[in-house]
């Protein structure tokens, strides 16, 4: 009996020689978060960037982010049903078994549909029924953004062709280290070129210094207590502020004093790539997505971790804090004297600045999506052999 990857290669050469140039097939498996529906569709973009007829469909949950996200920027999207991992004993991990094997078949349907060539998974709920789903038909490649992996990018790990990391040890063997995949919008962004621009957009002046505050689409109260707590001590030293606090929050903010700089509050930042440019220092979260952005623009970052889960915030920041591109500081510590002290220091510590603008952009991976879609085309085309 013939192995499911020789007829994919028969019906290729027949397709080819019938003059039915299809493009080869990737199923891209990342729903749920934006941690993980953001770097498949950086991939997807890089992916048509390299082979215009490459046929791209999206695996997703109706409940994931993946249902307006992936639309939105042009793909074809499958749903299927999600198997989230309980962590207690309960009834929906006695449904667990079932829910893996209706999963596995629809994603199995999913495959054969499109003629699947290369499978990439990013974890999450959709990703271990690819990997069950693709195992013996499909070749695999697993993309793991965080610094401790998840448990379905494990499982997929131990059959996949290719594993590749955003850190040297994630957990996994084995693994190629090609940064978080990020969209070219802001990999492509030249921070300088774009200041003054940036600036006159959020009501800077051209040469402020300019603290950037952002803690996720949601925002995060620890920040937003901790920056707007030390709104005097930031305007007295001169420092202007662009604080997005998330849409169901508010900032008790001081009424400003004559002379003092702009301290613009914004439930959300549609504008990222205008926000970085204005910035000199940010802080912020330090979720996979988020440290792999800020390093890319090369934008010093104060991380500050979300002091819940196994630490991994805290290790993804690591890298690039180690080189010398951010500091980190617990949540627990982050307070306004912190800010007023400690973060208005690195804007009057002459050079200081200036070095870790530097050392951030030297830890980013601006190539990671171009990275990952030319290995999952590489495992492709070497599967219709």
Not at 211 to 217: E, H, I, P, Q, R
Not at 300 to 317: K, W
Request: charged letters at 20%; aromatic letters at 4%.
């Amino acid at each position: 009996m013939k192995s499911t990857s020789s007829r994919r290669g028969e019906r290729w050469a027949h397709a080819r020689s019938n003059g039915d140039d299809r493009g080869i097939s990737v199923v891209l498996a990342g729903g749920g978060t934006a941690g993980h529906v953001e770097p498949a569709m950086a991939v997807a973009d890089a992916l048509r960037a390299i082979d215009p007829d490459v046929r791209i469909t999206a695996l997703g949950t109706e409940r994931g982010l993946e249902t307006r996200l992936v639309p939105q920027r042009g793909y074809d999207l499958e749903l299927i049903t999600p198997v989230p991992l309980p962590r207690k004993p309960s009834a929906d991990l006695a449904r667990l078994p079932w829910r893996i094997g209706r999963a596995v078949r629809q994603t199995r349907a999913v495959l054969d549909d499109v003629d699947a060539d290369v499978v990439i998974g990013f974890g999450g709920y959709v990703a271990l029924p690819a990997y069950l789903a693709a195992r013996r038909r499909v070749p695999v490649v697993v993309h793991e953004a965080n610094a401790s992996a998840g448990w379905a990018n494990r499982v997929g790990a131990r059959s996949a062709r290719r594993v590749l990391s955003a850190v040297p040890d994630p957990g996994l063997r084995d693994v190629e280290v090609v940064g978080v995949p990020v969209r070219a919008a802001i990999t492509s962004l030249d921070r300088m070129a774009l200041r003054a621009e940036a600036r006159a957009h959020f009501g800077f002046d051209e040469t402020a210094n300019v603290l950037l505050v952002f803690g996720g689409s949601q925002g995060a109260q620890s920040l937003n207590r901790a920056v707007s707590g030390a709104a005097k001590d930031l305007a007295a030293a001169g420092i202007s502020v662009l604080h997005a606090h998330g849409p169901k929050n508010t900032l008790a903010l001081r009424d400003p004093a004559d002379g003092d700089p702009p301290y613009v509050a914004v439930p959300y930042l549609d504008r990222m790539d205008l926000a970085y440019s204005a910035a000199d220092l940010a802080i912020c979260r330090s979720g996979a997505m988020t440290v792999a952005e800020v390093s890319a623009v090369g934008l010093p970052a104060v991380y500050v971790p979300l002091p819940i889960g196994n630490g991994e915030q805290r290790l993804n920041a690591l890298p690039v804090v180690n080189a010398g591109g951010g500091v980190l500081v617990d949540d627990a510590d982050l307070s306004p004297q912190f800010v007023g002290e400690t973060v208005t220091g690195l804007f009057t510590e002459t050079g200081r600045l200036q070095a870790m603008t530097a050392a951030a952009a030297l830890a980013g991976h601006r190539d990671a999506a171009q990275k990952v879609a030319e290995i999952a085309l590489d495992v492709a085309r070497k599967g219709l052999r």
